[in-house]
């Protein structure tokens, strides 16, 4: 095996001849920086630490030759497509990082995603990520500190090309979602985040999650760590519930009836529960949860399209993109006169918004209920495709993601299918 500095040094100059006849090599030494994990990444942004700060800097610069190898490379070695602006590792091996995660004591957390993380075309959800939350400096700086990166491919993304006849074409993909898990040391999921959320909501969720992680690393029987998982989700479904209903309140709406709240000093709700059972003493942990749920519910039938893009509004501030976001949308959309790219600018920010709110209120607490009463909660493959098939409605067994309809006629032979 080379050594480290035989390995790199080869790599560097690979890197700037790129003659073909060293394709081979050049492979082999981006294997083993990758190999080496965090540490290689770490190697090979100190060496382009310059030119990577030149292209944050200004974003307007265009990619030369040498800056492409250069991205290329970070990305390939990363397991992420601009890992240049974050700086993350990610494992695509499950069982490496939960042998990471026992070494260091960090918690896992686990991407999973329609497409590849390393690809332009991954999923709409997966390009945000890179977008709003891997290229945020804070999120980036906790991600690489305090946790331990995988992400593991779903399915392939769909992706779909309009040809205008005229040589231009429009690439996109179509539907699916991702998911965030944060695992413990075995790989077993404690928490869960579910599509897209602003960076500072995102922020919070997982260093809850590290907490609960933190809590259960010195439980050493499943009926303890029942009661942790317990109580921590039953706190977060509470404190949900609550903040949905203040959110109702401060945009004119109404509590619908059959729930009772709990207020604090000031009038805010602390608490919200289905009023026969808050009466009822004699009632378990997995009954107070299903109602927790079922006041989350009777509050979604209250919130039409309008009333989410209000309290969508309440959580602008959590959708705030950093310097480092706004300047990737800007290398993206180069082409954009400056009103038109401020207006896309600010119309994402509200996107970003909107989907936070939905994914906490309406995805995160069924989750939480899944990840304390669901069988397969026990193996996060199977749970994932719960999650796929019952949460994000793209069962696996749809082979079409819900995009073909037999039933409906499109007057063209096979209904298009190729």
Not at 30 to 42: A, F, H, K, N, T
Not at 85 to 106: C, F, H, I, N, P
Not at 110 to 125: M, Q, V
Request: aromatic share 8%; with cysteine; net charge positive.
């Amino acid at each position: 095996m080379k050594s480290k500095f035989s390995v790199l040094s080869l790599f560097l100059l690979i890197l700037f001849l790129g003659q073909t006849a060293l394709a081979v090599e050049s492979a082999a030494a981006i294997e083993e920086l990758r190999s080496r994990g965090p540490e290689g990444l770490q190697d090979l942004r100190l060496r382009y630490a310059a030119q990577i700060k030149k292209h944050i800097d200004d974003p307007t610069l265009k990619p030369d030759g040498e800056w492409l190898r250069i991205t290329k490379a970070l990305d390939t070695v990363s397991g992420q497509k601009d890992s240049y602006l974050s700086g993350l590792y990610w494992y695509t091996d499950l069982t490496e990082a939960r042998k990471v995660s026992q070494q260091t004591g960090k918690p896992i957390l686990s991407l999973r995603l329609l497409g590849k993380l390393t690809d332009e075309l991954s999923c709409a959800n997966s390009r945000f990520f890179r977008t709003v939350l891997y290229s945020n400096a804070e999120v980036s700086g906790v991600l690489r500190d305090r946790f331990v990166l995988h992400w593991q491919s779903v399915r392939p993304a769909p992706v779909i090309t309009i040809d205008f006849g005229d040589g231009r074409k429009l690439e996109r993909t179509i539907t699916g979602n991702s998911i965030h898990y944060v695992l413990d040391s075995s790989g077993l999921p404690i928490d869960a985040f579910p599509g897209l959320y602003g960076p500072q909501a995102f922020l919070r969720g997982i260093r809850e999650a590290e907490g609960l992680f933190k809590l259960l690393v010195p439980v050493d029987t499943a009926a303890q760590r029942a009661v942790v998982m317990a109580n921590y989700h039953r706190v977060r479904n509470t404190r949900s519930s609550a903040a949905w209903a203040n959110d109702t309140a401060r945009i004119g709406g109404k509590i619908p009836g059959g729930l009772t709240v709990t207020q604090g000093p000031n009038g805010e709700y602390t608490a919200i529960a289905v009023a026969q059972l808050a009466a009822t003493k004699m009632v378990t942990e997995r009954s107070i949860l299903r109602e927790i749920q079922g006041a989350a519910e009777a509050l979604a039938k209250v919130t039409d399209e309008t009333a989410w893009r209000k309290v969508a509004q309440l959580h602008a501030a959590d959708a705030v993109l950093d310097s480092r976001s706004i300047g990737l949308i800007k290398r993206q959309n180069s082409a954009l006169p400056e009103q038109e790219f401020a207006t896309m600018l600010k119309k994402f920010q509200e996107l970003v918004a909107l989907d936070t709110v939905r994914n906490e209120y309406l995805m995160h607490s069924r989750l939480s209920l899944w990840l304390l009463q669901d069988p397969t909660r026990t193996d996060l493959e199977k749970f994932n495709e719960k999650v796929y098939a019952e949460l994000f409605l793209t069962p696996r067994s749809d082979a079409w993601l819900g995009l073909l309809q037999r039933d409906v006629y499109v007057g063209i032979d096979n209904g298009g299918i190729h």
